[in-house]
């Protein structure tokens, strides 16, 4: 998300609307950020678009509406047009009430001190996976033969993580198996996972969402390594798996590849050692490590709000030691740990990096996927925690500036773009490969097509999350959107583009890449009226006596003639009146005259639909 340009408007909106310069001073100072297009100067400045452009090429620059404006020339523009620039106030220097993504922390340099600190912590371990294909059951036989029953009586408690032991190393696993969770987690800029466990089943071989897991784990950049489960089945197909899985480029170490894969049975308990094993390995080649004696930071992993103990969390710590007592802010939420205890129900005193663990003590319920961090005391936790409610209620509520068709143009200029990625759902697999190969072979400049996933079947909240994780566009070709997907890309400024066509699609995405595609338009149905009574009106033609039946009719509109469901016409209004006024929009109940232009065969009882047709705002 950092490759993203801020476009964000400044917050110095004026509330002058008219581009007269001698309003009052105060009303026409703006503050500007680095770069900003068009559409946001205009409403920064509150003035119209097209007055805006009209400007632009008045100063000899040639601008459409999406087009990203560096700080000074928007301002030279902002200026001739009456503004005063304000330099923006410099960052507030305390860190901590800015959320810090936990990608950035992750990557942390760290000072020549504090590496002298750093230690080498438990890798933290995914399951992902086609259903059926035996994650729970690999999750569950592993807790069962390397977990030692806690105080809680030998009862095992699902908390969301869990951490075994094995040769005396630990390993912690997310027990949420499934990219849904993955990914939905990475989506809200979190990242969990060290190493993911692909299980492929042997006897089902390669399967949809095994291709998807895969897309998941590399999108992430997290090490995959494959369990080759069900070995005890006659139809097991060893074999098999690993052509399948080397056609899609993990090709397993004994072929030459650098896939690690091993074959398990999680029924019979069989070679369940030596993918720990190679967990273990694998973790060694990439040294995970962390400071286990700083204050203590990472993510949440599930809250819950329970009854007799108040809202609790299972917090992973990812950096520091946390202890009971210290004080912690997650998001907006505040609290101090009044008890801790690990995954067996033991009560715990501490813990350190990669250790899942219960608090207690929270004011409200975190969300999965939220960073925590430990604070120096509890007042400062709360003031932490006020302010940043403070701040969010003053926010003026708007999409991210995620990355869109129109705007891609923009944002390769600003260099804020360097690949247009992208996430493809298609009906059939016949159709993946002609739209793949055609979009692969662009190349505009430095821009290329980069494939993110690509897929057989509706357009799933899951890809939604994934193109949030990865500033990618879904494109979805003869599918449907499903609604949860199209929530949580509303949500979070996603655009979603589907089409039937295939050519439309690559013409699309090529027009896209270099700033020649147009905004995409659509329809909006202004109101109904039918035909009472046509005059001729020797000069005019014929203009059409009406009753508006729904909505309004409108002058700055379109119409479509329809007689008997058929349209027999369609184009802009040409004149509308009362009596013998002109008027620019009329409602239901009333009669007008209507002329369209260039039609002149109204019949009485004809439809007339107007209809506006208005920029999808990206
Ligand atoms: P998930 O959907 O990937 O979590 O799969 P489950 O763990 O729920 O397993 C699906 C089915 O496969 C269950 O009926 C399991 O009992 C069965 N199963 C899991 N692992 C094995 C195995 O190693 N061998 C055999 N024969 N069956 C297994």
Redo the contacts with the bound molecule.
Sequence with gaps: MASRSDTKSSTGRTSNPSNNRGAAEQSKTITLPDHITVRDLADTMSVSPIDLIKELMNAGIMANINQVLDHDTAAIVAEDMGYQIEEPEPEESEPLVEEMPIEAIRRREYSEEELKLLRERPPVVT?L?????????????IRATNVQAGEAGGITQHIGAYQIETNGRRITFLDT??HEAFTAMRARGAQATDIAVL?V?A?DGVQPQTREAIDHARAAQVPIIVAI?????PSANQDRVQQQLSDIGLVPEDWGGDTIMVP?????K?NIDSLLDMILLVSDLAEFKANPQRTAEGIVIEGRLERSRGATATLLVQEGTLKVGDALVIGEIYGKIRAMSDHTGKNIRRATPSMPVVVLGLRDVPDAGDHFEVVADDRKARNIAEDRAAARDQQVTRHPSALSLEELYAQVQAGAVETLNLILKADVQGSIEPIRDSLERLEIGELRVKFIHEGVGNIAESDVNLAVASDAIVIGFNVNVEPSAERVADIEGVQIRTYNIIYRLIEDVQLAMTGMLEPEVREVVQGQAVVRQVFRVSRLGAVAGVQVTEGRALRNARVRVKRNNAVLHDGPVSSLKRFTEDVREVNTGYECGVGVANYDDFEEGDILEFYTEEVVQP
């Design positions: 399951i996976g086609h259903v059926d294909h035996g994650k729970t059951s690999l999750l569950d036989v198996p499934g299980v089943a006897d489960n069900k070995i005890d089945l398990v049975s999680a029924k019979m069989q």
